[in-house]
Antibody, heavy 119, light 108 residues
């Protein structure tokens, strides 16, 4: 059974870089027919797509975050990662990783991890 | 970017009633990539519907999804007390995907 688990620091200082990893078990990041993504939710607010990555290497980012975001895949560890540079308080959120199928099948999400930006 | 607009923002109903939630897109969305989620306070979103009309594993049959093109609907046939929550639609066919702003379903 597929499981996704987010990990990384829960506290990041303003202007620094937020780095999160999503570890995939019960499946492979190299599987064809799937792509991978990050979503976030600030406290008390709605859901926001951050970006997606295809195994082929193609990445797509939310235009509002594009200049600060990088998503990458580490096939040796069966993980994919998120980096957000120059963070501010507005980047405080629960961050989720997800797997999306390229046909009619269920998307899968991790349980999420809270990242707080504060000095 | 495809913008999804959910209506109403808040829906006040009683247990046993029927709920109809709407999700409208600014351009056509493939039904393959349209999902609905339920979220309760302090919890991660729970997948209800994928492919616009397929129920996710373990989801009761009182939840149903329909629609195509730019108009999609989530229907809860008879509300149970545990159904009062926030509901989001999502399209993930046009990367990186987008969410609606949510509909809060509250007890009347």
């Amino acid at each position: 059974q597929l499981q996704l688990q987010e990990s990384g620091p829960g506290l990041v200082k303003p202007s620094e870089t937020l780095s999160l990893t999503c570890t995939v078990s019960g499946g492979s990041v190299t599987s064809s027919g799937y792509y991978w993504g990050w979503i976030r939710q600030p406290p008390g607010e709605g859901l926001e797509s951050i970006g997606t990555i295809y195994y082929s290497g193609g990445t797509y980012y939310n235009p509002s975050l594009k200049s600060r975001v990088t998503i990458s895949v580490d096939t040796s560890k069966n993980q994919f990662s998120l980096k957000v540079t120059s963070v501010a308080a507005a980047d405080t959120a629960v961050y989720y990783c997800a797997r999306y199928p390229q046909w009619i099948s269920q998307p899968s999400w991790g349980q999420g991890t809270l990242v707080t930006v504060s000095s | 970017e495809i913008v999804l607009t959910q209506s109403p923002g808040t829906l006040s109903l009683s247990p046993g009633e029927r709920a109809t939630l709407s999700c409208r897109a600014t351009q056509s969305v493939s039904t393959t990539y349209l999902a609905w989620y339920q979220q309760k306070p302090g919890q991660a979103p729970r997948l209800l519907i994928y492919g616009a009309s397929s129920r996710a594993t373990g989801i009761p049959d009182r939840f149903s999804g329909s629609g195509s093109g730019t108009d999609f609907t989530l229907t809860i046939s008879r509300l149970e007390p545990e159904d009062f929550a926030v509901y989001y639609c999502q399209q993930y066919g046009n990367s990186p995907g987008t969410f609606g702003q949510g509909t809060k379903l509250e007890i009347k």
